[in-house]
């Protein structure tokens, strides 16, 4: 029991949407021990960061508890501290005034907290930047002032929020490599580390124990219990154990097996995942017969985030590679984060030009003609396929109806209101009219806010 | 630096000597006498600046941190905001005179509370924004490291806040000067007791016909206007420049001679130095303002009651004030009198109007001639910042006089008295405006050979359309605060007046008829808001949405 130093008990957050709250996390479960990295991975809006604040203490959860050594939480948690993908250094600070914000809010004397800072500053390697300002600094040496910063308060758990994600490649490998040997030296000021990031690749490599918070693929899925499930409240999804021997090998063996098995959880095909997909309209994809499958829905089906030209590109390299590709391994080709890929991957399978299978994606048979075919013709099999897809679908025939066949996005707005919060509204807006643009279905215009039907044969080039 | 001392100290001196009843009397004539008269001047100044900046540091705080204070707060600082301060300048002088009779302190506490009002508004406006607006995650920094409210607010908030409270104390420091003169100039109308100051002396001139110590208080000013501009503001502004959030080097900086000096010399470092361990005693002390972050605690049920509560004790009090007032006014002149002050409010704001589409025209194309060449601009933009905060009251004795001599009439000549001042907002906004076109975008237009009328319609006005609103809205606010002072003027022996509701106020600030000046201010501020929520406010918008860069 003592060992457990963070516990999160039926955790929930909400935010407000139209219809009451809508929960960004749900019901999470969770135990940080001594001695253990744990990695939430998740895509964006998975709810990773709003969790790690909320053990942070810096959010209050709207139902369950967090704990720290069996304390329930009321305010902000004294047993952590934590990183910024951002840094948060403050700029008119030098890197010692930096690190020793926290022993001054904690009444430390200045001599005490000088000495305390420099032993901090040394550890995490920066000694000889004591007086530098930050904007002075590399990315790599201001991250490292937030880890000192962090760590010199010498907190139970170090809470990291993507701290590598705003480094260049060859800087972040450098700062974690470094980390963990310092982790694993035990000169670790810290008998926990929890760590938010989207790099899969990253999470096996540091990590013992790696969550998958479960923001759902972009294909639609009815929620436990056959309630269905509004926007992309997140939920635990899966828990993986990191068995591999430090200091690890990208190349090791059990590596990319693992990678590939949190991939397939990823994109909702995994051993441990959530059923099948529906049947996509007219175009089945292969290995997609689940009988029970739900209707899609305007609350089920949200847009991925993903741009025409981003999925289009994708289309395009599957079919170079005869239509189809692993995941993990497009991943890697493309130095992609998941951020970056899934929702591409998401949105080609939305509008059936591509197949999840296991852990790859294949292009079907529209697909291969969307990717092969010139810009119109291209246009025109885009737009069939968005037609179906329930935002852009939900739009065009909303226009259809409409006496002078122009409406105002409000109304569109209203309708997504009651399954998604006002920012994953915005973000659906902003897609469907990016998505409808490119098809030609309707135009958007931006003084009046309105949305115009663009001609009266779907697909058809119209003059805008 | 002892030099200094020694003046503020002899200058301050002054003030306290004339606590003693005979001493505030006569005001020499004599030039010499100009540069004594200047410090007590600027002491006043200091004075204001120095009362604004608490309160703004305190109201914005407390409008930032209190979620009931801050729906009070911040729609009343809009209403004191858009009231005519000149218009109680008679009021105050006389109310604080009354206060502490007997010496010139009443009238001292009168100026320096004029200027204050000119200043006080726009700093906290700015400080409570940049306080609202800190960074997301420097917010979460402060609450998960625990800092205490004293070291969140000299951490983050004030250091934040630093660049826009710099930058809006130095604009309204360069409005200031036109109060400064106008409350001193007050004090030599009501005869007898002066306060010796730039803006006395000139009152004085004036009332004398004499238009050779005019031009000496002219030249003081000048001076006055430059040299705090050169050794206080751009010091300061250059030294701010360590609070950008920024995070990297930027290549164009804020720079200031007496900075590098002051830089380069010891006692600034051994000072720092000194007052280290007081900084340390200080937070130490600060630590009883408590901690950072709510507990999660509170009950909803709770804080509903609590905001009901005070939501009630708010509507009562501000409906009892109103209630009273109307009962006042009925019983002194009837409601009827805001009447005569709606129409004449038409004459000026057909001044308004005139002047800030005449000032537009001639303006913004110079202005933007002036921002798209950066030779031009550095020379001109530091000449214009001064020129804006050249008190143009101090010119309204030239052009009385001008206007005596070409017999042009007021109704006519006073929107060129209310141009001297508000005109500058315009130039200086559209030439920020203008230095923010990007070159990427000019060298398109170059490319696709797009000139003259062409380039201003696609390139040139939208680009410096947000930057000129803002500058217009500075104007109109500074046209209408003008008219008081501008609709009735006097130069020697001659009194000319125009028809329009700043001399309607003029009128009554100086019969004591307060029925009417408040009725007077009230419309007048009633003109302001209607203008700036009909028209600008509108306008602010569409630059927001269309056309930020």
Redo the contacts between chains.
């Keep these: 029991m003592t060992d457990e130093l963070l516990t999160a008990r039926g955790l929930t957050r909400s935010f407000a949407g139209a219809d009451g709250e809508l929960p960004v996390l749900s019901g999470i479960d969770l135990t940080v021990r001594e001695g253990e990295i744990v990695a939430l991975l998740g895509r964006s809006g998975s709810g990773k960061s709003t969790l790690l604040?909320c053990l942070?203490g810096?959010i209050?959860?709207t139902e369950g508890s967090v704990a720290y050594r069996g304390e329930v939480?009321?305010?902000?948690n004294?047993g952590?501290?934590?990183v910024?993908?951002?840094?948060?250094l403050?700029?008119?600070?030098t890197v010692q005034q930096n690190v020793e914000?926290?022993l001054?809010?904690?009444?430390m004397r200045?001599a005490r907290r000088r000495a305390a800072a420099s032993q901090a500053i040394d550890l995490i390697g920066l000694d000889g930047f004591e007086s530098a300002?930050?904007?002075?600094l590399s990315g790599g040496m201001?991250q490292r002032v937030g880890f000192a910063?962090a760590l010199v308060?010498e907190p139970d758990v170090l809470l990291m929020d993507e701290p590598f994600s705003a480094l260049d490649v060859l800087t972040a490998e450098n700062l974690r490599g470094e980390l963990l040997e310092l982790w694993e030296s035990g000169e670790f000021p810290t008998r926990a580390i929890v760590l938010v990031t989207h790099n899969l690749e990253e999470a096996v490599l540091m990590a013992d124990r790696i969550v998958v918070l479960g923001a759902r693929s972009g294909a639609p899925r009815a929620g436990e219990g056959g309630v269905p499930q509004a926007g992309f409240g997140g939920a635990l999804r899966a828990e993986y154990a990191v068995p591999l021997e430090r200091p690890r090998d990208r190349d090791a063996p059990g590596f990319a097996a693992l990678i590939d098995r949190i991939y397939r959880t990823m994109t909702g095909r995994g051993d441990d995942g959530p059923g099948p997909l529906p049947p996509l309209g007219l175009e089945p994809a292969a290995g997609n017969g689940g009988p029970a499958a739900p209707r899609r829905t305007l609350a089920g089906t949200p847009l991925p985030p993903a741009s025409v030209d981003g999925l289009s590109g994708l289309a395009e390299i599957l079919l170079q590679h005869d239509g189809r590709l692993d995941i993990a391994e497009l991943a890697d080709e493309l130095a992609l984060e998941i951020d970056d890929l899934l929702p591409l991957v998401d949105a080609l399978e939305l509008l059936g030009f591509g197949a999840v299978d296991g852990g790859g994606i294949a292009l079907t048979g529209a697909g291969r003609r969307f990717s092969g075919a010139h810009v119109q013709e291209s246009k025109r099999l885009f737009a069939e396929a968005a037609l179906r897809v329930p935002l852009v679908g939900t739009i065009t025939t909303s226009l259809a109806k409409a006496a002078d066949r122009t409406l105002r996005a409000g109304f569109f707005r209203d309708l997504l209101a009651h399954h998604y919060t006002s920012e994953q509204v915005a973000r659906q807006m902003e897609i469907a009219i990016d998505w409808g643009r490119y098809a030609e279905l309707y135009a958007y215009d931006a003084?009046h806010t309105e949305f115009r039907l663009a001609s009266d044969t779907p697909g058809a080039p119209a003059a805008v | 630096m002892a030099v200094l001392l020694f003046v503020v100290v002899r200058a301050g001196s002054g003030t306290a000597v004339s606590f003693v009843p005979s001493r505030g009397g006569p005001l020499g004539a004599d030039p010499g006498h100009l540069p004594y008269y200047a410090v007590r001047s600027l002491l006043r100044m200091f004075a204001a600046l120095a009362l604004s900046l608490l309160f703004a540091l305190v109201y914005a705080y407390a409008a930032a941190h209190s979620r009931r204070l801050e729906r009070v707060l911040i729609p009343l600082l809009d209403v004191l905001q858009s009231v005519p301060v000149l218009a109680f300048l008679t009021v105050a002088v006389s109310g604080f005179a009354a206060l502490l009779p007997g010496s010139t302190l009443g009238l001292e506490c009168a100026s320096v509370f004029a200027i204050f009002t000119s200043q006080a508004w726009n700093m906290a406006f700015a400080f409570h924004h940049s306080i609202i607006r800190t960074p997301r995650e420097l917010d979460e920094l402060s609450r998960d490291l625990g800092f205490t409210r004293w070291m969140r607010f000299w951490r983050i908030e004030l250091p934040g806040g630093a660049i826009p409270l710099v930058w809006n104390a130095m604009m309204s420091f360069g409005g200031g000067w036109f109060f400064l003169v106008a409350s001193e100039m007050v004090t030599v109308r009501n005869g007898g007791r002066a306060l010796p100051g730039v803006g006395a002396y000139a009152g004085r001139a004036i009332a004398a016909g004499s238009l050779r110590d005019v031009g000496w208080a002219i030249a003081t000013m000048a001076v006055m206007v430059v040299g705090v501009n050169f050794l206080f503001w751009r010091p300061l502004v250059a030294w701010a420049e360590r609070f950008k959030v920024e995070q990297s080097e930027a290549p164009e900086v804020q720079r200031s001679l007496v900075l590098d000096l002051l830089r380069r010399a010891r006692w600034p470092r051994m000072l720092a130095r000194a007052l280290a361990p007081v900084g340390e005693a200080a937070g130490r002390a600060g630590r009883v303002f408590g901690r950072d972050g709510r507990s999660f605690g509170a009950s909803r049920r709770r804080r509903r009651a609590g905001d009901a509560a005070f939501a009630t004790v708010v509507v009562v009090a501000v409906g009892w004030g109103a209630v009273d007032l109307v009962r006042y006014l009925d019983d002194r002149t009837g409601l009827g009198v805001f009447g005569e002050p709606l129409l004449l409010g038409l004459a000026t704001l057909a001044r308004v109007v005139v002047l800030i589409a005449v000032a537009t025209l001639v303006w913004v194309p110079i202005g933007v001639r002036i921002g798209l060449s950066p030779r031009l601009t550095r020379v001109a933009q530091p000449a214009v910042q001064v020129l804006a905060s050249f008190p143009a009251n101090f010119l309204f004795p030239l052009a009385t006089w001008f206007f005596v001599r070409t017999g042009l009439p007021l109704n006519l000549g006073g929107i060129l008295l209310m141009a001297l001042g508000a005109q500058w907002y315009i130039l200086f906004n559209a030439i920020a405006g203008a230095m923010a076109v990007p070159t990427d975008l000019r060298e398109a237009m170059d490319d696709l050979g797009l000139r003259g009328w062409r380039r201003w319609r696609r390139l040139i006005a939208p680009a410096v359309f947000p930057a000129y609103v803002t500058g217009a809205v500075t104007a109109s606010g500074g046209a209408w605060n003008a008219s008081i002072v501008s609709e009735i003027v006097a130069f020697g022996g001659t009194t000319l007046t125009a028809t329009g509701l700043g001399a309607y106020v003029a009128h009554a600030a100086e019969a004591g008829d307060h029925p009417r000046l408040f009725a007077g201010v009230t419309v007048m501020a009633l003109y302001v808001v209607g203008m700036n929520r009909l028209l600008w406010r509108r306008l602010y918008r569409l630059a927001e949405r269309r056309y930020s860069l």
């Excluded at chain 1, 910024?84 to 948060?88: E, K, V």
């Excluded at chain 1, 403050?90 to 600070?93: C, K, Q, R, S």
């Excluded at chain 1, 300002?133 to 002075?136: L, V």
Aim: hydrophobic share 45%; net charge positive; no cysteine.
């Design positions: 604040r942070a810096l209050p959860p939480l009321t305010g902000a004294p952590t501290a934590m910024f993908q951002t840094f948060a403050l700029p008119w600070l914000v926290g001054e809010a904690r009444g200045a300002y930050p904007k002075e201001r910063r308060v003084d």
